[in-house]
């Protein structure tokens, strides 16, 4: 399978723990971007990376949250000290960033379940 | 500040064909077209970019009328897989994060 894969698919944790999320890329693509969606809404843009850079953080992003790409593959999302509001999907996208081609590829998000 | 879609929901019989619109009060390099089922990833559709360039779907075009930032979806002859909810996503710079709609629910029905 050659898509956006994210791991785990399924999070349940209690509040105030902390949990992180994986996702890899498609492999030649070098911009990845954090996404989370709630029931009913469209997906709400977190924070993205080209490469291992990090280059713009959503304002909605509290301190909890951090994103790393270390060697400008894989990604890492942590949230700290969950709380029940941070229930949601979480979506990883990837994209081949060349100027022409800027069409993005979802994977199958991260659902998390705060209790 | 989001891109607003409608109609919210439409129901649709197979073959039947649907417009699905996004407008936006920002000024727009790109428009993307997804399509998500429940429970799973959205999926690609379609990008209009700025100046006409599009790509996507065979079986799905998409118009984008840069001087009023509009975009609609055109679903043709529909099918049951095309059920689901359809999300416009704008980007205001090149490879740059989007900013989703609400979404619109398709379902078809036999």
């Known amino acids: 399978d050659t898509g956006v894969s994210q791991n785990p698919r399924h999070k349940i944790t209690k509040r105030g723990q902390n949990v992180t999320f994986r996702c890899d890329p498609i492999?030649?693509?070098?911009?990845l971007y954090w996404y989370r969606q709630t029931l009913g809404q469209g997906p709400e843009f977190l924070t993205y990376?080209?490469?291992?850079?990090?280059?713009?953080k959503s304002r909605l992003l509290s301190d909890r949250f951090s994103a790393e790409r270390p060697k400008g593959s894989f990604s890492t999302l942590e949230i700290q000290r969950t709380e029940q509001g941070d229930s949601a999907m979480y979506l990883c996208?990837?994209?081949?960033?060349?100027?022409?081609?800027?069409?993005?590829?979802f994977g199958q998000g991260t659902r998390l379940t705060v209790v | 500040q989001q891109p607003v879609q409608s109609p919210q929901a439409v129901i649709l019989r197979e073959g039947e064909d649907a417009v699905i619109n996004c407008s936006s009060s920002?000024?727009?390099?790109?428009v993307h077209w997804y399509r998500q089922k429940h429970g799973e990833a959205p999926v690609f559709l379609m990008i209009?970019?700025?100046?006409?360039e599009q790509k996507g779907h065979d079986k799905i075009s998409a118009s984008f009328n840069e001087k009023k930032q509009q975009s609609s979806l055109y679903l043709t002859a529909s099918q049951l897989s095309y059920s689901g909810t359809y999300f416009c996503?704008?980007?205001?710079?090149?490879?740059?994060?989007?900013?989703f709609g609400g979404g619109t629910r398709l379902m078809v029905k036999p």
């Open positions: 990376f080209q490469n291992e850079a990090q280059l713009e």
């Open positions: 996503g704008t980007g205001r710079q090149a490879g740059n994060m989007l900013t």
């Open positions: 209009l970019l700025k100046g006409g």
């Open positions: 996208a990837s994209s081949l960033w060349d100027r022409l081609h800027t069409e993005a590829f």
């Open positions: 920002k000024a727009l390099y790109s």
């Open positions: 492999s030649e693509h070098n911009r």
